[in-house]
């Protein structure tokens, strides 16, 4: 079982908008603003879409938005385009004894 | 360009030993963080483990600890993961990952290619 925790898939049609939720504790996504998001296509390795909750390294596009309420933080996906379609994983900094936790991952599929 | 290269696939047995790396380059190594990933068949991401290359300061996720050893040779900017007791369980692919802290925006800014490493009798 994974420390957060994600929808198993979420789905949209191209064009709109989804959002992925990531829960976890005050231990981990409530104590810290130390959220990251994953992108992994098939056979690829992860790729960095979010840093800090909100930051979004460059080459990403502006489509893509991080946020975080509490507990859970929240990726939201804009204008979805066939090429978004792949697992999101969300991470996030848990303190100096257990360094980082992973959520179970999101299928997001493009109808 | 920032790039981090792991070694090819690996076939072992069980209780085999064996010792993946991941050359870096691009950047100073020893100005960063070099941790490893777990992926588990159709499964998902798990933190092993990191170092810091400049001082050998290694951590360990407790699911980790004492399965694994983390190591770095600064004179070759390569970072490895090794076993010393290969189980079935260990079948995954394993990821090196750069990060520029661990106290302070904690992420994986860049990511080997993967290393496949099968046990299997």
């Known amino acids: 079982q994974s420390a957060l925790t994600q929808p198993h898939s979420v789905s949209g049609s191209p064009g709109q908008s989804v959002t992925i939720s990531c829960t976890g504790t005050?231990?981990?996504?409530?104590?810290?603003?130390?959220v990251s998001w994953y992108q992994q296509h098939p056979g690829k390795a992860p790729k960095l879409m979010i840093s800090d909750v909100t930051e979004r390294p460059s080459g990403v596009p502006d489509r893509f938005s991080g946020s975080k309420s509490g507990n859970t933080a929240s990726l939201t996906i804009s204008g979805l385009q066939a090429e978004d379609e792949a697992n999101y994983y969300c991470s996030s900094y848990a303190g100096r004894y257990t360094f980082v936790v992973f959520g179970g991952g999101t299928k997001l599929t493009v109808l | 360009e920032v790039q981090l290269v792991q070694s090819g696939a690996e076939v072992k047995k069980p209780e085999e030993s064996l010792k993946i790396s991941c050359q870096v380059s691009?950047?100073?190594?020893?100005?960063?963080?070099i941790a490893w990933v777990r992926q588990m068949p159709e499964k998902g991401l798990e933190w092993m483990g990191t170092i810091y290359p400049r001082d050998s300061d290694t951590r360990y996720s407790q699911s980790f600890q004492g399965q694994v050893t983390i190591s770095a040779d600064k004179s070759v900017n390569t970072a490895y993961l090794q076993w010393s007791s290969l189980k079935a369980s260990d079948t995954a692919i394993y990821y090196c990952?750069?990060?520029?802290?661990?106290?302070?925006?904690?992420?994986?800014?860049?990511w080997g290619q993967g290393t496949l490493v099968t046990v299997s009798s």
């Open positions: 990952v750069r990060y520029v802290s661990m106290v302070r925006g904690v992420y994986g800014d860049f």
């Open positions: 005050s231990s981990d996504v409530g104590g810290y603003n130390y």
């Open positions: 691009g950047f100073t190594f020893t100005d960063y963080w």
